[in-house]
């Protein structure tokens, strides 16, 4: 078996106007990296599809799904919040970016990938139950979680968030369900300005201040979150992956290297390799720096494949 890759030319549509930083060009900086680097090509390739609606209900409220396509236009932006704007392709393309993490699900648990990594946009880890924020508009790995929870009988599923950004919308989403661990590393004080206390044994958030380098991010990963899930010891994990805590990433101010990436997806394929038989399911979240982020998903790619 292979690491599949799913994406879907959908995803290059939504654009948020020029100069938005989450731009279609994320994509292609990656694509662009992996060809480059021989990986592209050894991948498993597949189409993401749609998310349906009792999907995105598992994790948010009929009453949001319904704004959101209420909000999609016909022409022009309709903002959902002042970072957060859909185009008149946009709800298709985060149908297909919750589809994604969904058909992900599928293929590793049903044994046809050993992995999987999602190049889709929008990102989802800021989106709650029911608000969009931060880019995102539907929570893409929250509703991979809820599937293999639901459709597939999991009763322990992890995941790892190393976005810059504190995944706020996935502690939201499952604050109260201790089926699901979440350990979050993020810049802080920053946005979206919390996270940096959890009142749950389940909840793992680990604030890094401004600066913090390959030696502390390290650090917080061994310190805080490989002892916790292998306590818990998660049936699949899952993975947020924002590449914006990059060194060359002016989005934010951390200073990691494309190792680190490839680093820490060792370590976790390691911890999942011990308790869920290998399972890891990658979504796409921030990542703004167009090279750093290519070379970063690529470390990423290549450790996750062991290629």
């Known amino acids: 078996m292979q690491t599949a890759f799913i994406t879907h030319p959908a995803c290059l549509k939504h654009d948020m106007g020029g100069g938005h930083p989450e731009s279609p060009a994320r994509l292609h900086a990656i694509e662009d990296q992996l060809i480059a680097t021989g990986l592209y090509p050894l991948l498993q390739h597949h189409d993401a599809p749609r998310a349906s609606r009792e999907q995105l209900a598992r994790v948010h409220s009929e009453h949001y799904i319904d704004a959101v396509e209420a909000a999609s236009p016909s ?18 393309a985060a149908l297909r970016a919750a589809g994604a993490a969904v058909l992900a699900t599928g293929l590793v648990l049903g044994q046809k990938a050993d992995s999987a ?23 893409n ?69 401004a ?21 818990f010891r998660p049936q699949m994990l899952f993975i947020s992956a924002g590449f914006d805590a990059h060194r060359e990433d002016d989005m934010a101010g951390m200073a990691l290297a494309d190792a680190d990436y490839g680093w820490v997806t060792q370590e976790l394929k390691t911890l999942a390799e011990e308790s869920a038989q290998g399972r890891i399911v990658s979504v796409l979240e921030g990542g703004y720096a167009l090279s750093a982020l290519g070379r970063s998903a690529a470390a990423h790619i290549k450790a996750l494949s062991g290629l």
């Open 211 to 231: 600066g913090t380098d390959s030696a502390g991010f390290r650090a917080a990963v061994v310190e805080h979150w490989l002892p916790a899930l292998q306590a």
């Open 117 to 139: 990594f999602c190049n889709i946009r929008p990102p989802g880890h800021h989106a709650t139950r029911d608000r969009a924020m931060g880019f995102c508009i539907f929570n």
């Open 75 to 92: 022409h022009g932006l309709a903002y959902l919040d002042p970072d957060t704007s859909m185009n008149p392709f946009t709800l298709e």
């Open 141 to 209: 790995v929250a509703v991979g979680v809820a599937h293999a929870l639901a459709a597939h009988g999991l009763q322990r599923v992890a995941i790892a968030d190393f976005d810059v950004h504190h995944g706020n919308g996935t502690e939201d989403i499952f604050r109260d369900d201790p089926r699901v661990m979440l350990c979050s590393t993020f810049q802080h004080p920053f946005y979206p300005h919390c996270g940096a206390h959890s009142g749950s044994g389940h909840i793992i958030n680990t604030p890094l201040p």
